[in-house]
């Protein structure tokens, strides 16, 4: 007699969820057979054989401001989905990151006697501590990437696992950049900056102007000098090939990518990273950065009064001090971030010690993610918690 098969219900929000999510629908595919997954996600998880309910797109906003413009529409999704789960319960709920629409799904589908897991922590370490408690209400398990958020979930009485993070096992531990330039057709002399705007149209919009001009005031000292800007979507490709002509910068040597960040950071020299994933991804691949963000004045107000820590680029944080510089807001002026990508590729001294301390970081976040985050998931698909 075959056995019926599970559904397992998931939410992503954005790129790196979609990422994080892809991989362990593979994981657990391995591990449960006739496995159904549904919901929301991207063009990974559906090519791993999720049945998408909504588009990924429409969660994909970022800022007080900018959630309000789509309040209605993102409130209106979550009030359906929620219905769908309720009417037909799936064997597992798993929240993939997006903790502002999954925890409040999660809460109700929990109320229903529905299991429940979030996969990616909030970062209640970094703002917003006071959430832990909503947070045990809503999960039945959190699963954390980072080895200091578990200690924090076990004094609060939630159930934990730490699973490291899964672009420590997918990045090599040793990128081979005099490789990877001879694939792009880069000299193994050129000066290359990989310039990293951010995955969201918003973010994109905020920081292109600056990162043009910032490539326009590097050219001046350094005429050879070449930029990779990887973008993920032709929508984000199209704010900065517009920005580029406002800005008349169209014969600048800036060369836009569909996707292909980390091969852009490996061959680069320095990196310019909006903060966010992309900051860890840089780390893991050993390249000095400079950390840069930029949102409307009124958000970023906001997010400041909440905030504990004095950093907010994950190599910064993961470290417990400052290693590479973060200019953010009012100070990521092109001038400021020219001069620090300069000063800081220049510097070989503080390039060795960065590797050193991003090799160390790589070590202890490579954990098998996908397969540890599978075996924790198991006992909740089965039945035995």
Same mark, same amino acid.
């Given at each position: 007699?075959?056995? !019926?098969?599970?559904?397992?219900?998931?939410?992503?929000?954005?790129?790196?969820?979609?990422?994080?999510?892809?991989?362990?629908?593979?994981?657990?595919?391995?591990?449960?057979?006739?496995?159904?997954?549904?919901?929301?996600?991207?063009?990974?998880?559906?090519?791993?054989?999720?049945?998408?309910?909504?588009?990924?797109?429409?969660?994909?906003?970022?800022?007080?401001?900018?959630?309000?413009?789509?309040?209605?529409?993102?409130?209106?999704?979550?009030?359906?989905? $929620?219905?769908?789960?309720?009417?037909?319960?799936?064997?597992?709920?798993?929240?993939?990151?997006?903790?502002?629409?999954?925890?409040?799904?999660?809460?109700?589908?929990?109320?229903?006697?529905?299991?429940?897991?979030?996969?990616?922590?909030?970062?209640?370490?970094?703002?917003?501590?006071?959430?832990?408690?909503?947070?045990? $209400?809503?999960?039945?398990?959190?699963?954390?990437?980072?080895?200091?958020?578990? !200690?924090?979930?076990?004094?609060?009485?939630?159930?934990?696992?730490?699973?490291?993070?899964?672009?420590?096992?997918?990045?090599?531990?040793?990128?081979?950049?005099?490789?990877?330039?001879?694939?792009?057709?880069?000299?193994?002399?050129?000066?290359?900056?990989?310039?990293?705007?951010?995955?969201?149209?918003?973010?994109?919009?905020?920081?292109?102007?600056?990162?043009?001009?910032?490539? %326009?005031?590097?050219?001046?000292?350094?005429?050879?000098?070449?930029?990779?800007?990887?973008?993920?979507? $032709?929508?984000?490709? @199209?704010?900065?090939?517009?920005?580029?002509?406002?800005?008349?910068?169209?014969?600048? !040597?800036?060369?836009?990518?569909?996707?292909?960040?980390?091969?852009?950071? @490996?061959? =680069?020299?320095?990196?310019?990273?909006?903060?966010?994933?992309?900051?860890?991804?840089?780390?893991?691949?050993?390249?000095?950065?400079?950390?840069?963000?930029?949102?409307?004045?009124?958000?970023?107000?906001?997010?400041?009064?909440?905030?504990?820590?004095?950093?907010?680029?994950?190599?910064?944080?993961?470290?417990?001090?400052?290693?590479?510089?973060?200019?953010?807001?009012?100070?990521?002026? !092109?001038?400021?971030?020219?001069?620090?990508?300069?000063?800081?590729?220049?510097?070989?001294? =503080?390039?060795?010690?960065?590797?050193?301390?991003?090799?160390?970081?790589?070590?202890?976040?490579?954990?098998?993610?996908?397969?540890?985050?599978? %075996?924790?998931?198991?006992?909740?698909?089965?039945?035995? %918690?």
């Amino acid at each position: 007699m075959s056995q !019926p098969i599970k559904t397992i219900a998931m939410v992503a929000g954005e790129a790196s969820g979609d990422l994080l999510g892809s991989h362990l629908i593979e994981a657990l595919r391995e591990v449960v057979h006739g496995v159904h997954f549904i919901g929301i996600g991207g063009p990974k998880m559906q090519a791993a054989g999720m049945e998408i309910f909504f588009p990924m797109e429409k969660l994909a906003v970022n800022g007080y401001v900018e959630v309000l413009r789509h309040f209605r529409e993102i409130v209106g999704i979550r009030s359906k989905l $929620r219905a769908q789960l309720i009417s037909n319960p799936p064997d597992l709920f798993i929240g993939v990151d997006a903790p502002d629409f999954n925890l409040d799904l999660e809460l109700a589908l929990k109320k229903h006697g529905i299991s429940t897991v979030h996969y990616v922590s909030p970062s209640i370490w970094a703002w917003r501590g006071g959430r832990i408690h909503k947070i045990k $209400r809503a999960v039945s398990r959190i699963l954390a990437l980072f080895p200091f958020e578990a !200690p924090l979930y076990e004094k609060a009485g939630v159930p934990v696992t730490y699973v490291g993070h899964p672009l420590a096992d997918m990045l090599p531990e040793v990128p081979n950049r005099t490789a990877m330039r001879e694939q792009m057709r880069i000299s193994r002399q050129a000066m290359v900056f990989a310039f990293l705007p951010g995955s969201r149209q918003s973010e994109v919009r905020q920081l292109a102007a600056t990162y043009i001009e910032t490539a %326009k005031l590097i050219l001046l000292k350094h005429p050879e000098a070449q930029f990779l800007v990887p973008l993920v979507s $032709r929508e984000t490709r @199209i704010i900065f090939e517009n920005m580029q002509w406002q800005l008349e910068a169209q014969d600048l !040597p800036i060369t836009l990518l569909f996707g292909h960040a980390h091969d852009a950071m @490996i061959a =680069a020299d320095g990196v310019l990273v909006a903060s966010g994933t992309a900051t860890l991804e840089a780390a893991l691949l050993k390249r000095p950065m400079v950390i840069t963000y930029k949102m409307p004045g009124f958000t970023y107000w906001l997010s400041k009064r909440k905030q504990y820590l004095p950093y907010v680029g994950l190599p910064n944080i993961l470290a417990g001090k400052f290693v590479v510089p973060e200019l953010l807001q009012e100070d990521a002026t !092109p001038e400021n971030l020219a001069q620090a990508l300069l000063n800081l590729v220049a510097d070989k001294m =503080a390039v060795a010690e960065l590797e050193e301390i991003f090799s160390d970081m790589h070590i202890k976040l490579r954990q098998d993610t996908a397969h540890k985050a599978a %075996k924790a998931i198991l006992p909740y698909l089965n039945g035995d %918690k």
